[in-house]
Nanobody, 129 residues
Framework: QVQLVESGGGTVQAGGSLRLSCERS????????LGWFRQAPGKEREFVAGNSWGGGRTHYAGAVKGRFTFSANTENTVYLQMNNLKPEDTAVYYCAARFKSCSSYNYGCYADSAQYGNWGQGTQVTVSS
């Protein structure tokens, strides 16, 4: 069974950095891209960043733009570099595979969690003030 496994979470002080990894294991998984989402206690899951394979656009949520960077080593492993972390970034971070093709400028498509599957188990990020 194909799995996406996140790692790299932890506890840092405000202003610090973390790099999350998402690695695919267990076989091939056709998808149009991978996405990072997060869920804070008592809040709904929200989009953080997502890409498209083959040179497509990478989108970021406004709250993280300029601080977080999505990158891919291969289609098996993607990263989320998080700099200048803030307490409001505290959440469980998940990666997932997108099974819908989105046009490059359609942010709403990238950010729609319903277009994703094979969710990982999540990794906790805690930012202290």
């Amino acid at each position: 069974q194909v799995q996406l496994v996140e790692s790299g979470g932890g506890t840092v002080q405000a202003g610090g950095s973390l790099r999350l990894s998402c690695e695919r294991s267990g076989g091939t998984l056709f998808n149009y891209g991978l996405g990072w989402f997060r869920q804070a206690p008592g809040k709904e899951r929200e989009f953080v960043a997502g890409n498209s394979w083959g040179g497509g656009r990478t989108h970021y949520a406004g709250a993280v733009k300029g601080r977080f960077t999505f990158s891919a080593n291969t289609e098996n492993t993607v990263y989320l570099q998080m700099n200048n972390l803030k307490p409001e970034d505290t959440a469980v971070y998940y990666c997932a595979a997108r099974f819908k093709s989105c046009s490059s400028y359609n942010y709403g498509c990238y950010a729609d969690s319903a277009q994703y599957g094979n969710w990982g188990q999540g990794t906790q990020v805690t930012v202290s003030s």
